[in-house]
């Protein structure tokens, strides 16, 4: 079986790029840090360092051991520390992702709600891509994401993600456009504003963007994406001056927005999934519990968004 400190000497190695530096900058004796790795070499029937007189690089094999392992490392530290955080408080805590705009709508309620059980939460606001890469490499419990149909997002296979809420998006436009006054548009009708100033997210592989421009190549048709930004505000500015028109989705918008109007989409495609997404308790398995009350106080959170007075 592998010995902690046998995954730690490797990391070290990886990251110093020496076994001298890397006893220094654990605290260990040189012989103590070559006896770790000399046995894991034994564990795995093969080298997983190259040594030099210059230093030492990990061999593919180390490279591999230590991507399984750092999953390890990552998950011990945490039980660890959350154990600390049980005996010394009385609670357990999650470090939770969200992307911001579900953070301004449901995060209070969820940490509210959450307390109740004894969890506290530790937010990490960013967007999709890298709490996506925070989840892969576990430096977090759970994460609330969104995907759109056709557009898996890239997480590793073993994790598991949960829906809570399907999220239609919105045509934005200003008030004093030609469509303004529609209560929905089809795709046709979508499709012929292809000629707009569009507005898009910040990031080049936001899947809410990549849905319209894809919907749009497929009928000949390359936007002119004239502003990119994230903040909420200036997507909301700028379309009310008329220099745009975007997407919002439903679980971004608020019941009005002076100079802006919503126009449901009436196109299957054009709904975001928010997912929940943690690892199991187990190979195969659910999540722990804890994550399974935080989906349970995420749909409680959607379902008080959506009605307020039933809150």
């Known amino acids: 079986m592998i010995d902690l400190r046998q995954l730690q000497a490797l990391r070290a190695v990886q990251r110093e790029g020496s076994v001298t530096r890397a006893a220094r900058s654990l605290g260990w004796s040189q012989p103590t840090v070559d006896y770790h790795l000399h046995n894991l070499d034994r564990l795995v029937g093969a080298s997983v360092l190259e040594r030099t007189k210059r230093g030492s690089t990990l061999t593919p094999v180390g490279v591999l051991v230590l991507d399984r392992g750092e999953e390890i490392l990552t998950l011990t530290d945490r039980a660890l520390r959350d154990a600390r955080d049980l005996a010394q408080m009385g609670r357990a805590r999650l470090r939770f992702g969200t992307f911001p705009t579900a953070a301004a709508k449901l995060l209070p309620s969820i940490v509210s709600q959450v307390a109740d059980l004894g969890i506290e939460i530790d937010a990490v606001l960013e967007e999709v891509g890298p709490l996506v890469a925070h989840m892969n ?86 936007l002119d994406v004239a502003i990119r930004t994230d903040d909420f505000q200036v997507m909301l500015g700028m379309i009310a001056a008329g220099m745009v028109i975007g997407l919002l989705a439903r679980l971004a918008s608020g019941p009005s927005h002076p100079g802006v109007v919503l126009i449901p989409i009436d196109d299957p495609s054009f709904a975001r999934a928010v997912l929940l997404a943690a690892p199991p308790e187990s190979p195969g398995g659910q999540p722990s519990t804890a994550v399974r009350q935080l989906a349970a106080a995420i749909r409680h959170a959607v379902a008080r968004s959506e009605h307020p007075a039933a809150g």
């Not at 557009?151 to 590793?156: D, E, G, R, S, V």
């Not at 046709?188 to 809410?208: C, K, M, N, V």
């Open 137 to 222: 490499d576990r430096t977090l419990d759970a994460a609330l994401l969104y995907s759109v149909p056709g557009y898996a997002l890239p997480l590793k296979a073993d994790l598991v993600t949960t829906e809570v809420l399907r999220d239609p998006l919105m045509l934005a436009l200003p008030e004093g456009h030609p469509l303004a006054g529609r209560s929905s548009v089809d795709l046709a009708t979508l499709l012929s504003l292809h000629d707009e100033r569009w507005l898009f997210g910040a990031g080049q592989d936001d899947p809410i963007d990549t849905v319209v421009v894809d919907a749009f190549a497929g009928a000949g048709h390359t």
